[in-house]
């Protein structure tokens, strides 16, 4: 079993950056960042694979960057620009395998329990 845990969220005003990290317990060959909005699917954000693969969501392209640093097993999401729909509890995931990384699968083995971000005026 592999724990992710999540930090960085917090409350800020429209416009506004943060970045969110997620340390695992032991590297993985992909990472990710969802997010959940209460009444709605879980969402992907973006994740990376270990040899540098990158997906994005459309929400995502061109304000939020997904980073890694295999060898120490984190994860960090660089948000930019940030708009209040991108209010919602953040959730990192990792699995062993590479095949989640790609594009928009959502099958991933181990979760974190979610960091909350708010963006408001």
């Known amino acids: 079993q592999v724990q992710l845990v999540e930090s960085g969220g917090g409350s800020l005003q429209p416009g506004g950056s943060l970045t969110l990290s997620c340390a695992a317990s032991?590297?993985?060959?992909?990472m990710g960042w969802f997010r959940q909005v209460p009444g709605k699917e879980r969402e992907k954000v973006a994740s990376?694979?270990?040899?540098?693969?990158?997906f994005y969501a459309d929400s995502a392209k061109g304000r939020f960057t997904i980073s890694h640093d295999y060898s120490r097993a984190n994860v960090s999401l660089t948000m930019d620009s940030l708009k209040p729909e991108d209010t919602a509890m953040y959730y990192c995931?990792?699995?062993?395998?590479?095949?989640?990384?790609?594009?928009?699968?959502?099958?991933?083995?181990?979760w974190g329990q979610g960091i909350q971000v708010t963006v408001s005026s």
């Open positions: 990376i694979r270990v040899d540098g693969y990158v």
């Open positions: 032991k590297p993985n060959s992909c």
């Open positions: 995931a990792a699995d062993d395998r590479v095949g989640p990384c790609m594009r928009d699968r959502t099958d991933f083995q181990y």
